[in-house]
């Protein structure tokens, strides 16, 4: 730390360490705002597992130090006509928390306007022998707080003030970092809203996290739920049939309001004819009912240019054909039909209906025998005349430097796919192990192993960081096989959040998994809008 520490300091401390410190803090006014609720709220927090919580106001924080031991921060919020700052305003706020029982007070050590300055606030918290914890915005607030004195450090403020509301809109993992390199104990503070946020900030560096919204306030949370699942059983007009055809296995599927009704799955012959994957085809939508015009999409891996005609990129799993021309092919013997390489697909249907909603520039990347993907950009699904964006599996890679199946040299998916990790499990004296064995190994701690499953998933963080960079994606989901495997996204984050925080995307799993394909599918040919005389408007 910046100073010695007295024994309670640092007692004190100790306890908050790696911990969760639940902000106690109801709504306004509203049905739970009442000292004796609060006191109950905050009970259950430390019951269930909190190390210690933050109280507003001087009564609520009262009735709480009577119920509980665990250290308590204490703040007081005030609006103003004349100031935006509201937390721990008034000298005079001071005195009447550290009377109250705060261990802690919080205040606004942001360069601010207000009626105390935050030096006076400062040296009043001091003066009454408790400790100081800064709520701050930017790094230039946390280290004039450390130089004046604060001996905790939150990035409370940081996407709350007008210099960084639009800067920071996501938890600041970049302000983490800054302020631990400082020698002063960081409180992760602002948006750590999940479970998996407020680990990310404790693997960026944090030494406590603070949670608020997300546990206690009620109304709140409450609507978040409620609007989503007033979403989810929205009556979506998606309606028809599905076939995703892939190098492990087709599946066809009748699709009603949005949802998969009825499937069937067959194993993909990869030396089947292209003749064959037709009447296969055909011979499942007959199973599932489906008649000449109805809405059909088809989804298929490989590459899918402007025309419908299909190009096996793996002609290993796939077959030997390239510009087959699989859609003119549908409509003249199944019926009017569009065609969509599978991850773009997934892509769709993940932004329409799955984990991209509402991100005006998302990614899709799915891992497993190979690396595909899709880009939303500017809310549009992006494709070109070749059929080859989106293609993320054959951007390069600083660690690739073997062939891929898109014969190019030193690609991502020569390094993060299944294939890559099986290779170079033999090549590393392991034979007979493909990817799975290797993922079984990794988990059961052998250093071989995770030192493969790692490469992979730092080639991938370069990859998402690049997708920010060029593009300014948002939002990333993973799918497929390896990108859905238990870890894998964990290591891929820590690799992502290493790096500074203007190349950082939220990660997620996608919600669709399997099914994206054939939804996204439909999607699909619901967008291009197949008219009666098998023309497609676009």
């Known amino acids: 730390m910046q100073k010695t520490l007295s024994i309670r300091t640092a007692s004190i401390l100790k306890k908050l360490k790696g911990g969760l410190v639940a902000s106690c803090q109801p709504v306004d006014g509203g049905t739970m705002d009442h000292p004796k609720i609060v006191t109950a709220m905050a009970q259950a927090l430390i019951s269930g597992g909190a190390v210690a919580v933050r109280i507003e106001g001087v009564e609520n924080l009262k009735a709480v130090r009577q119920a509980i031991t665990a250290p308590i921060i204490g703040i007081v919020k005030s609006d103003s006509n004349t100031t935006p700052v509201r937390i ?20 606004d050590a942001t360069d601010r306007f207000r009626h105390d300055s935050r030096d006076e606030i400062l040296k009043a918290i001091l003066d009454a022998g408790v400790i100081a914890m800064a709520d701050c915005s930017t790094l230039a607030d946390c280290e004039k707080a450390r130089d004046d004195g604060a001996i905790i450090i939150g990035t ?20 983490i970092r800054q302020a631990k390199k400082m020698d002063v104990f960081v409180m992760a503070e602002g948006r750590f809203d999940t479970p998996e ?25 409450t609507e978040r739920f409620a609007k989503s699942i007033r979403g989810a059983n929205k009556k979506i007009e998606l309606n028809g049939f599905a076939v995703d055809l892939g190098g492990t296995k087709t599946a066809v599927a009748k699709i009603e309001t949005g949802k998969i009704f009825n499937v069937i799955k067959r194993k993909t012959i990869g030396t089947a004819s292209y003749g064959t994957h037709l009447k296969l085809i055909s011979e499942m939508l007959s199973k599932l009912g489906y008649r000449k015009g109805d809405l059909l999409g ?14 096996a990129v793996n002609q290993s799993t ?20 569009s065609v969509i390489n599978d991850a773009l697909a997934a892509t769709l249907a993940e932004h329409q209906l799955g984990s ?75 034979p007979h192990t493909d990817a799975h064995t290797v993922f079984e190994k990794a988990n059961a701690g052998e250093a071989w192993a995770l030192k493969l499953v790692d490469r992979s998933a730092t080639a991938a963080a370069e990859l998402a960081a690049d997708l920010v960079t060029i593009l300014g994606i948002t939002k990333i989901a993973f799918g497929g096989s390896i990108g859905l495997a238990t870890g894998y996204l964990d290591r891929v984050r820590k690799h992502l959040d290493a790096m500074p925080q203007l190349f950082h995307a939220e990660l997620v799993t996608a919600d669709l998994a399997e099914n994206g394909p054939l939804i996204g599918a439909l999607l699909n040919a619901n967008r291009e809008n197949i008219d009666e005389n098998n023309h497609f408007i676009r």
């Open 88 to 107: 721990t305003v008034f000298l005079d706020d001071v005195k009447k928390l550290v009377q109250a029982g705060a261990d802690v007070v919080a205040y």
């Open 156 to 175: 409370t403020l940081s996407g709350y003030t007008q210099e960084t509301e639009k800067k920071n809109r996501n938890p600041d993992f970049e302000l």
């Open 197 to 221: 946020l407020a680990s990310r900030a404790i693997r960026a560096g944090a030494d406590a996290v603070t949670v608020g919204t997300a546990l206690t306030r009620l109304e709140i949370v």
């Open 298 to 311: 088809v989804a298929v891996t490989g590459r899918v240019d402007e025309e419908g005609r299909w190009s």
């Open 318 to 337: 796939l077959g030997k054909f390239s510009s087959a021309a699989l859609r003119t092919d549908l409509i003249k013997n199944i019926g009017p039909s």
């Open 356 to 430: 991209g909603e509402g991100h005006q520039n998302f990614a899709f990347i799915t891992i497993s025998t190979g690396v595909g993907g899709g880009l939303i950009l500017n809310g549009r699904l992006h494709t070109d005349a070749s059929g080859l964006a989106g293609h993320v599996g054959f951007s390069s890679s600083p660690f690739g430097n073997t062939l891929c199946n898109s014969n190019r040299y030193g690609t991502l998916e020569s390094v993060a796919s299944g294939n890559a990790i099986a290779s170079a499990a033999v090549a590393a004296g392991y």
